[in-house]
């Protein structure tokens, strides 16, 4: 865990949750998400050049569609087994292990966020949208079913 990112018993938990998960994951719960890709990734515009992070991003379902738009996609997930899971599943894209709170990108990086379900998973939601917002270039497109950051992060 990154040393900006707080110990935190939810976090804890969400972890060891998502490290048993995810062999199964592709399997079942996607079955639910992955119906909420394409209006996701359509409202934040993600096509051909579109450089685009998929935070929380699981088995990949979401960041592979990305990719068949033609986005170029980034995406992480803070479960080492999951992103195991996704490079499995998709060996052409990348992922990388990054704590939502904490993410490897520099400023201003990427012209589209989405993150599918995963807001509700973590510690501190607030730090992890603003986080999302860090790395997203000014006039870009931020998206979630859980809702969107207020003008305030």
């Not at 935190?8 to 199964?24: I, M, N, T, V």
């Not at 997930?77 to 990388?96: G, K, N």
């Not at 989405?114 to 997203?136: D, K, N, Y």
């Amino acid at each position: 865990m990154p040393s900006n990112v707080a110990d935190h018993l939810y976090r804890d938990f969400e972890h060891a949750g998502w490290e048993r998960a995810s062999p199964f994951y592709a399997g079942s719960f996607e079955a639910i998400t992955s119906l909420f890709a394409r209006q996701l990734l359509d409202a934040v515009g993600a096509g051909p050049g579109t450089k685009l992070l998929d935070v929380a991003c699981g088995s990949g379902y979401m960041a592979a569609m990305a990719a068949q738009f033609g986005a170029q996609v980034e995406a992480v997930d803070f479960s080492p087994s999951m992103v195991d899971a996704a490079t499995t599943h998709y060996p052409a894209l990348s992922f990388r292990v990054a704590d939502a709170e904490a993410l490897p990108f520099a400023d201003n990086t990427f012209d589209a966020v989405v993150i599918g379900f995963g807001v509700h998973h973590f510690a501190f939601p607030l730090r992890a949208l603003a986080e999302s917002h860090r790395v997203l270039r000014a006039g870009g497109a931020w998206g979630s079913p859980c809702g969107r950051p207020s003008a305030s992060i």
